[in-house]
């Protein structure tokens, strides 16, 4: 089980990328789909595998609580010996990406801006991502971060 400061992250990155209220209104974000909003939410109820459900509008297959996309879900699948695409997968594909990062010393010792700064290639809502996506501001990454528990450096 995933604890402290780095489920602290996750939760942030979950505010991030689905926000809170669409959190409130799925399974915390394992079942939302690319282009959900609150009020018209596009779930997905089959955790065997990735989705791969690509939405036109949003030119993306994007799920989960962290969207991850599907072209990598076979390499991830493998490498991690995830048995599906289920919550705890779902985690430990997350944590993978940070690890990826070199973010997880920045995270254990609280230094949330060097973590946001060295994952923003892997999620399009952190601040300075540069995708062309809404961009979260850094504030509000923080104050999520805190509300889930993480500690501040």
């Given at each position: 089980m995933i604890k402290g400061?780095?489920k602290?992250?996750?939760d ?5 990328e689905?926000g809170?209220a669409l959190?409130s209104?799925s ?5 939302v ?6 009020e018209?939410?596009?779930l997905?109820?089959n ?5 791969r ?7 993306s297959?994007?799920?989960g609580?962290?969207?991850f996309?599907g072209?990598?879900w ?18 430990e594909?997350?944590?993978?990406l ?12 609280g230094?949330l801006?060097?973590?946001v ?7 399009a809502?952190?601040p ?6 809404h ?6 990454l ?12």
């Amino acid at each position: 089980m995933i604890k402290g400061n780095r489920k602290a992250f996750l939760d942030m990155i979950a505010y991030s990328e689905i926000g809170p209220a669409l959190l409130s209104v799925s399974d915390n974000g394992y079942n939302v789909l690319v282009g959900s909003t609150p009020e018209h939410p596009l779930l997905f109820d089959n955790y065997s595998q990735h989705p791969r459900i690509h939405n036109d509008a949003e030119d993306s297959d994007a799920a989960g609580r962290y969207q991850f996309m599907g072209r990598y879900w076979l390499t991830y699948k493998a490498q991690l010996s995830l048995p599906d695409f289920g919550p705890d997968s779902q985690d430990e594909w997350a944590m993978q990406l940070i690890r990826e990062c070199h973010a997880l010393a920045a995270i254990d010792a609280g230094d949330l801006q060097t973590a946001v700064h060295l994952c923003r290639s892997r999620w399009a809502s952190f601040p300075e991502a540069g995708y062309g996506q809404h961009e979260q501001q850094f504030a509000a990454l923080q104050a999520a971060y805190t509300a889930a528990g993480g500690t501040l450096a």
